[in-house]
Structures are given as C-alpha cells and as structure tokens.
C-alpha cells in the first residue's frame, strides 16, 4: 500500500516539479497538491470499476491517506502518469495528452494482465491433427 504523497512525488518528478533537494511539497506545487486527492479518488474508482471491486470506499482526503486495496505496481507505475496528465490538462495541454495516452496504456496493459491470470487449459478434443497426422497433402 502506498500513499497519495508517494504517488504525488512520483508524478512531481514526471512534470519536472521538484525542488533542488528533490522535494515535491513546496509553494509552487500547492495548487497540484490541492487538486491532487480529488483525482486519486476518480483514478480509485476508475480502478475499482474495471476490477469489478464492491464495497465500501473511503475517499481520500489529504496527501497522507493511505491508497488501500490497490497495489504498488499499479500505485506507482500507472497512476503517476494519470496523475500527471489531470494535473497539467489546463496549463500544458501537449504534455497532459502525453501523460494520459501513457497512463491508458499501462492501465490497459496491467488490467489485460491482470484479468488473463489464472486462466484454463484448453481441452484439445479433436487429437493427433495438430501434428498434421491426418493431412493429405
């Protein structure tokens, strides 16, 4: 589990908006963090929808919320870039297009991955005609 900061820190460094020390909470990124449980709490959601999660959800509220039931894979590698694209939509529309189309992609490569785990053998019922045992030819 992960935290919102963490991911918050992970899409600074993306945009280019640490500090010199590589600090990410400073007065220029006050509006980002800000916005930035809101849209972790849409991406949540997102994630819950296409993994076909039910129950309760409890939103996040600051920076320091715990981000449950989603793992660190999905927390860190995907959501940076979704966080990214939300952030800057407004003020650099070509990066944000960047950060989203990256995001869907990786959304959709964890999600393809993830739902093709655990999958059945396929039964071969039809025997002997994948070696070509049967052909005329």
């Known amino acids: 589990m992960r935290t919102v ?3 918050f820190d992970a899409s600074m460094g993306l945009i280019d908006e640490l500090g ?5 909470l400073r007065r220029e990124t006050e509006e980002y963090q800000r916005r930035t449980p809101s849209i972790i709490n849409m991406m949540i959601s997102e994630y819950r929808l296409l993994s076909g999660e039910r129950g309760g959800f409890v ?3 600051s920076l320091e919320d715990m981000v449950l039931r989603i793992d660190d894979a999905y927390a860190l590698g ?3 870039y979704g966080l990214a694209a939300n952030l800057l939509v407004d003020e650099n529309p070509a990066a944000a ?3 989203q189309q990256r995001y869907e992609e ?3 490569i964890y999600f393809s991955r993830r ?5 059945e053998a396929i039964e071969d019922i039809y025997g002997g005609i994948e070696f ?3 052909a005329r030819w």
């Open 132 to 134: 070509g045992q049967f």
């Open 78 to 80: 995907v959501m940076q």
């Open 115 to 119: 739902m093709s785990d655990g999958g």
């Open 5 to 7: 900061r963490e991911i």
């Open 97 to 99: 297009g960047f950060y």
């Open 59 to 61: 939103p996040m509220e």
């Open 106 to 108: 990786l959304r959709n």
């Open 20 to 24: 010199s020390k590589g600090e990410s």
